[in-house]
């Protein structure tokens, strides 16, 4: 899967904004510094949340950044595709119909791995950052792929 610091950082930012902003502005800085983030980046990202309609700047002193609406209505999806990121498991090009391979056809596991792309968005379409910041994230299997092996998770781990 090709998923870049891009869409991870603008996803743990917008999730930091939503545990730490109880109504009052955020800092950018209080974001990068939590997070460990380069505030430069998250200003060029934030810039784009901001054009995508999710978050909302105010101005002067206690200024900062807040979501433009509840945490609940922001899907994981929105955050990852206002900055321009793609969810992509395959070598083609999107939206092409021509494949991968040489002579432009597709690959015997094309298919495959176009299907774990629509998955994986459909489940970050299905996380809202109140998710996230509740902790419910983990799921009701509560199973995990860990070196070759499935094994069973609880909360606390």
């Not at 002067?60 to 793609?86: F, K």
């Not at 910041?133 to 909360?155: I, P």
Request: with cysteine; proline share 1%; hydrophobic share 35%.
């Amino acid at each position: 899967m090709k998923l870049s610091t891009k869409g991870r950082y603008a996803v743990m930012a917008m999730a930091d904004l939503a545990y730490h902003c109880n109504g009052s502005p955020v800092t950018l800085a209080a974001v990068a510094e939590r997070q460990e983030i380069s505030l430069s980046y998250l200003e060029q990202l934030f810039g784009k949340l901001r054009r995508g309609g999710l978050v909302k700047s105010v101005r002067g002193p206690g200024g900062g950044y807040m979501l433009s609406r509840d945490a609940s209505l922001l899907r994981v999806s929105d955050i990852i595709l206002a900055v321009n990121e793609h969810i992509k498991t395959t070598r083609c090009a999107d939206g092409g119909s021509s494949g991968c391979q040489t002579d432009k056809s597709r690959c015997l596991t094309h298919d495959l791995w176009r299907e774990l792309s629509n998955q994986i968005f459909l489940y970050l379409s299905s996380v809202s950052l109140a998710d996230i910041c509740e902790g419910r994230v983990l799921g009701t299997s509560g199973l995990f792929f860990n070196g070759g092996r499935t094994e069973r998770t609880t909360a606390a781990q």
